[in-house]
């Protein structure tokens, strides 16, 4: 760090650098409050979608136990074809969004499939959905969690280093000013008595 020059230059200098910091900080500590808000509502999402998944799971084997007997041949029958991803700023964090997710069911004969299958793929094609989305909405979540953990950064910076440390060095220049402008009168007083005592004393010789 710099030393700190003791005039009133450096004086001035941190007076202002006091002023720019005082009033940043409270639109970095309210864009902070935001993606704190932002954050939470994120987890919010994320755990809806995992709890429809968990419903989703149950409701399919409550209402198919026939798959657990595992005597059909069901793998493969539903797969991802496509997912169309986007990306959205969000207070200055980029963040994705899921626009789409196209799945494809491989095609099997309706006479040697139990009619049932038909339901079971649209829940297999719901839960590949729900699947991808958790991936995406856990992705959000992470990112806001980085983007609050340094906007935080930023804010206890100013807080906590930046701005105590300009308003100490304030009061230590107006300390050493106050203190050289009185030793600089105590100087002009001696310095006005010796004249007037060297005056005195040429008059008397």
């Known amino acids: 760090m710099a030393r700190l020059a003791l005039n009133k230059s450096a004086l001035s200098r941190e007076r202002e650098q006091l002023r720019n910091f005082e009033r940043f900080l409270p639109s970095l500590d309210l864009k902070r409050r935001q993606l704190i808000a932002e954050r939470e509502q994120a987890r919010a999402q994320l755990a809806r979608t995992g709890q429809a998944l968990q419903t989703l799971q149950r409701e399919t084997a409550e209402t198919l136990p026939m798959l657990a007997s595992g005597q059909l041949e069901l793998d493969g029958l ?16 980029l963040l994705p969004t899921l626009r789409q997710v196209r799945v494809k069911t491989r095609a099997y004969s309706l006479l040697a499939r139990p009619h049932w299958v038909d339901r079971l793929a649209e829940r297999l094609a719901e839960r590949l959905e729900l699947q991808i989305r958790l991936q995406v909405e856990a992705r959000r979540v992470e990112l806001l969690e980085r983007a609050v953990q340094l906007i935080t950064q930023r804010v206890n910076l100013f807080d906590k280093v930046l701005i105590p440390r300009a308003r100490n060095n304030i ?35």
Not at 177 to 205: F, H, N, P, W, Y
């Open 171 to 205: 009061r230590r220049l107006q300390v050493h000013l106050a203190d050289a402008e009185r030793a600089a009168v105590i100087r002009a007083k001696l310095a006005k008595k010796s004249r007037a005592s060297a005056d005195r004393t040429g008059a008397l010789q």
């Open 78 to 93: 539903v797969r991802v074809d496509a997912v169309d991803l986007g990306r959205e700023n969000r207070l200055g964090t």
